[in-house]
């Protein structure tokens, strides 16, 4: 399963208008016969007459996707000024010395170009990802939409660690097997994963994926029965003994995720892992509203496009709730609750990607869901071990204190997002408001202000 939503700018010359084609392409880990839980699309209608599709050439400012696409669009900048990272960046914080790991399946054989393009275009400095191939990753083939789609999540997932932590080192584990709903890819993935943490490498690491609880009972079949599940979990068990940061995202339908046959839902609500491990820390949606520099124009809300996607929330069917969810039990219940934080997730409010792996579609796309939310997370955590000094491991309990402790006089960098809920696909979701909920976890951040708190750092 992949939490990605993406959406193709068409561009037909400087005059023209620009349109955007919305359209489904294979998520990452969702080939159409696995079918698992892939990106949501939120519909575009064409302009007349520019209803093919192209990868735009240059990405628009806010403005000009307002005025030419109706909807609102974001780059690395507007980001950085939304979450408050410049003084940090200031105060030499940029996430140096912090590697964070990023994990998907068959990768990108373009990621580099791609990442440079991304950066030249923004002012980003450059860096080096490294690759690191896990089992037997076949060559990359454009025709194959699976790996097209995996493709797109690699340079998503890339572009924005590197854009909110540009100093941090970037491990792409790229794995040969298609992470598929259930059981499919992971057991590589994990294998990477805790071969990485002995080896001490990794201070964060990002899955921009997951599959429904659900699913690992229908392939036990028995319900009830997670032992599939369970047996999975050594992977990020070998990241957090390591005192490793583990992030993942929350999900692209709401309150509930998708069948098997890729075709229909779960009729009941449903989360998925590795989301909610209590060793991960869980990541939802939200929908910004911003101008051109980057300046909120609203408060942030729940992402929810409805059938086009909702930020994943919910109660855990595996997982009993871990001692550092006591204090919100009332809205967790005696299960785990997910997300534990939000961010930027929406479509119409989407994010600026570079692509060349597809030589029939290069270009400026923009993309949305969890998938973008978790690696930028992701960057956050590590400028915030290197603010610290140290690897801060499993945020989870520091992240519930602060949201526990939240003081307008003292701003440790909890901010709440009240409007909204994550209803989509006919399951009635949840309600966002003031404190923790399950649709966006305690809400978003101010990432100074986190940061800060985050690394016990009065003095920045």
Request: charged share 20%; aromatic share 8%.
């Amino acid at each position: 399963m992949s939490s990605r939503t993406l959406l193709r700018a068409a561009a037909l010359a400087a005059t023209a208008t620009l349109s955007a084609t919305a359209f489904l392409p294979a998520s990452a880990g969702a080939a159409a016969a696995a079918a698992t839980p892939g990106p949501r699309v939120v519909p575009v209608p064409a302009s007349a007459g520019q209803a093919h599709k192209l990868a735009a050439p240059q990405p628009l400012s806010t403005s000009e996707c307002q005025a030419k696409m109706h909807r609102d669009c974001y780059g690395p900048l507007q980001y950085r000024a939304a979450y408050d990272l410049q003084p940090l960046a200031d105060a030499g914080i940029d996430g140096s010395g912090r590697t964070i790991v990023i994990v998907d399946s068959f990768g990108s054989p373009t990621i580099q170009h791609d990442l440079e393009v991304f950066d030249h275009q923004y002012g980003l400095p450059n860096t080096q990802v490294e690759v690191m191939k896990w089992g037997n990753v076949p060559a990359f083939d454009p025709t194959n939409s699976d790996m097209t789609g995996w493709a797109g999540e690699t340079t998503l997932d890339v572009e924005y660690a590197h854009a909110m932590a540009p100093g941090a080192h970037l491990l792409l584990v790229e794995t040969g097997t298609s992470e598929a709903e259930g059981t499919a890819g992971f057991p590589e993935m994990m294998d990477a994963v805790k071969s990485l943490a002995h080896q001490g490498r990794g201070d964060v690491f990002s899955f921009s994926l997951g599959a429904t609880e659900g699913t690992f009972a229908q392939q036990a079949g028995k319900p009830g029965d997670y032992h599939l599940l369970k047996d999975l979990r050594y992977g990020l068990k070998a990241a957090v003994d390591e005192d490793a940061t583990v992030l993942a995202a929350s999900g692209d339908n709401g309150a509930t995720d998708m069948q098997l046959d890729g075709k229909t839902f779960f009729t009941d609500r449903q989360v998925g892992w590795p989301a909610s491990d209590p060793l991960v820390t869980a990541v939802g949606g939200t929908r910004l509203h911003l101008d051109d520099n980057g300046k909120h124009t609203a408060p942030d809300e729940v992402w929810n496009g409805g059938d086009g996607g909702a930020s994943g929330g919910g109660v855990s069917q595996v997982f009993k709730r871990p001692d550092y969810q006591d204090d919100v039990a009332k809205v967790t219940g005696h299960q785990r609750g997910i997300p534990d934080i939000s961010m930027s997730a929406a479509p119409d409010g989407g994010a600026w990607v570079y692509s060349s792996f597809d030589p029939k579609d290069t270009g400026w796309d923009i993309i949305g869901g969890t998938s973008q939310a978790t690696p930028m997370m992701a960057g956050v955590v590590a400028l915030a071990d290197q603010a610290a000094g140290y690897r801060l491991g499993n945020i989870n309990p520091a992240l519930y204190d602060l949201g526990a402790d939240k003081d307008s006089d003292d701003p440790n960098g909890i901010v709440d997002v009240t409007k909204g809920n994550n209803t989509a696909n006919g399951v009635t979701g949840y309600q966002a408001g003031p404190g923790y909920n399950l649709a966006t976890g305690w809400g978003t951040i101010d990432g100074y202000q986190f940061v800060k708190s985050l690394a016990e750092r009065d003095d920045l």
